[in-house]
């Protein structure tokens, strides 16, 4: 397949360590991977469901204890702790090299070792960049060809460049206790070990295009980001790209795939998708930042995905998909979740594979309860996507007119609002803060900073990378995205959701653009511009101005305690917070006294 020696080497290492019983190629032939899901339902590990309903579709379900991304067992192993910073946990390289291949080896005794080559981003794209991943599990390999492109022209483009990542996962036991996601940024090795799930196996998804991106991003100048990117196309048939970070299990995939109300699309609005996850992005040679998605497809959560949530999501899942840890209709050999639909199979399995009583359900204890797990994900191609993007496969990517940033806050801030400039929108995103969802082991639901919705993701200190955009928009200069904050999760004094979300963001977006084209008017608070409140169009909405405004209201005694939390928050970074973001905090804490 190569003659990369440094590919070559590094394999032979793999090999002599892990002792399979063969090695397998992949070489992304559709004739190869029939044969790996035939195996894989022979072995059980992949489960066949209806062919006239799902055709090529496929259920599988993790061990009950490896269900989500593991943060405290997530390192960054840099020569010095300072590099990997005060967000991150970190191990010293030699040691955690030595833990890890203890762990490994052998472990790959009577399974196969697959090889997997792999482009994040369409193949030979200026943006994308290349690795290896071997593994023993046919879930992962059957993932990754739908997430990536994978196969023998990755090789031939790699050619002999030692430009490329190493990614080593091993199943070994499943055990929690030994469960290791390490990431080596000075050497583009990332080992996984003792799991089989998502986040924490499919080696180019978080561990490459995230964590050792950032660091190369960084390094060479670029921006690997926790972002969906989205083309606005307005009535004029012009499209406008947008890129928004927020945070695991808080609305890209929904926002990437938004379908406008009925009376925009009546006048010719329409939402395309490029990515629903991670946006690498550069300055292209007119000055301007240029997105891709590194991604082939969408690892998207299931649970409260249905025909009116997120139609282009559901959509997407009916034909060649992957389903992990949902539920299995035992009548026709269908899949469901929770928000699917109002209909739970009488006679169906749970993500556990139990038999299971939908009359059981409790809101309060979902994981015991639900016929498919919290963070239980669908694996679908990009191009099965109704509204995908004809920019989708293009290397150069698309032009970035506004990035945002949000999360999910109950009470304080307001639906969305822009940022005096490009220093106070790096503040803005350096103090995010989200609550908790089911997207990372632990608990849910508690407020937490998350800046940029990189915290669980950046693969060097994070100070630095504070430093790293505040460099970027210099060199952007008047050519630099507008930043913005929303947030679709506030809250009434029943706990119930005040904004209708969804395809109704819409009425959001054309405001940030009329904003990005000096087409809408705003005022100036403390925090930044908000909406004149007649400006977000509530036609056909059955929600008051005045509930509106409840929405933007920019309450000083509330930001007088978020300035305390940020300080807080910022104590952590010591002398590595930029100073002009710590003027900003100074700036903040004046405004709202
Ligand atoms: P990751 O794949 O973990 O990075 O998640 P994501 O950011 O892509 O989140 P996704 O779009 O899958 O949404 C996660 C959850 O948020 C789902 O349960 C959605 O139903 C819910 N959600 C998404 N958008 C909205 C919204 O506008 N309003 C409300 N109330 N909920 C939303
Ligand atoms: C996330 O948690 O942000 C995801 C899912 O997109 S995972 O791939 O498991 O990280
Ligand atoms: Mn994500």
Request: net charge negative; with cysteine.
């Amino acid at each position: 397949m190569t003659n990369n020696v440094t590919v070559l080497k590094w394999l032979e290492e793999m090999k002599a360590l892990l002792t399979p019983n063969q090695v397998m190629w992949i070489d992304g032939s559709q004739e190869q991977l029939d044969q790996l899901r035939a195996e894989g339902v022979k072995t059980g590990e992949m489960h066949k469901l209806n062919e006239e309903k799902l055709p090529g579709c496929y259920l599988h379900r993790t061990a009950p204890n490896d269900v989500a991304r593991v943060e405290d067992r997530t390192f960054i192993c840099t020569p010095t702790k300072e590099e990997a910073g005060p967000t991150n946990n970190w191990c010293d390289p030699q040691e955690m090299y030595e833990r890890l291949y203890n762990i490994a080896r052998g472990s790959y005794k009577g399974r196969t070792m697959y090889i997997i080559p792999y482009s994040m981003g369409p193949i030979g794209s200026p943006i994308a960049k290349i690795g290896i991943e071997i593994t023993d599990s046919i879930y992962v390999v059957l993932n990754m060809a739908i997430m990536t492109r994978v196969g023998q022209k990755v090789l031939d483009t790699l050619g002999d460049s030692t430009d490329w990542v190493k990614g080593l996962h091993a199943k070994v036991n499943v055990d929690p206790e030994n469960r290791y996601i390490c990431h080596f940024p000075q050497d583009n090795y990332i080992i996984s070990v003792n799991s089989a799930y998502g986040g924490n196996v499919l080696l180019g998804k978080k561990c490459f295009a995230l964590r050792i991106a950032s660091y190369q991003g960084w390094k060479e100048g670029w921006m690997a980001e926790h972002m969906l990117i989205l083309g606005l196309q307005n009535p004029k048939g012009e499209i406008k790209y947008v890129a928004a970070a927020f945070p695991s299990a808080c609305g890209k995939t929904n926002l990437a795939m938004l379908i406008p109300p009925k009376y925009l699309r009546d006048k010719g609005y329409k939402i395309w998708t490029v990515g629903d996850d991670i946006a690498w992005m550069k300055i292209g040679p007119d000055g301007r930042l240029y997105a891709i998605n590194p991604e082939n497809g969408f690892f998207g959560v299931a649970p409260g995905t249905n025909e009116k949530s997120n139609f282009n999501a559901l959509e997407s899942t009916k034909k060649n998909a992957i389903f992990t840890n949902v539920a299995l209709n035992l009548d026709d050999n269908t899949v469901w979740w929770e928000g699917l639909n109002d209909n739970p199979p009488k006679n169906a399995l749970n993500w556990r594979g139990e038999k299971w009583d939908y009359t059981k359900y409790d809101k309060a204890n979902k994981v015991q309860t639900a016929g498919a797990h919290p963070n239980s994900r669908f694996t679908a191609p990009a191009q099965n996507c109704p509204c995908l993007s004809s920019e989708f496969d293009k290397g150069e990517g698309v032009p970035i007119s506004a990035i945002i940033f949000g999360g999910r806050r109950a009470k304080c801030a307001p639906l969305v609002y822009q940022s005096k400039d490009w220093v106070n929108g790096v503040f803005i995103g350096s103090a995010m803060a989200s609550e908790t969802t089911a997207a990372a082991a632990g608990a849910v639901g508690v407020v937490r900073r998350d800046p940029m919705a990189m915290l669980p993701f950046c693969g060097y200190n994070m100070g630095d990378y504070f430093k790293h955009w505040l460099e970027m928009g210099e060199k952007l200069g008047d050519k630099a995205p507008k930043i913005f904050n929303v947030n679709w999760f506030r809250t009434d004094d029943d706990g119930n959701f005040i904004w209708p979300g969804y395809g109704d963001n819409m009425r959001v977006l054309n405001w940030i653009i009329d904003r990005c084209e000096g087409k809408a008017d705003a005022t100036l608070t403390p925090i930044g511009y908000v909406p004149h409140p007649e400006d977000i169009d509530l036609t056909d909405l059955d929600m008051s101005i005045d509930t509106l405004k409840s929405i933007l209201e920019v309450d000083k005694s509330i930001w007088q305690k978020e300035a305390a939390e940020i300080e807080e928050h910022y104590k952590k970074f010591g002398d590595k917070l930029p100073a002009q973001l710590r003027e900003q905090l100074n700036n903040l804490i004046a405004e709202v006294k």
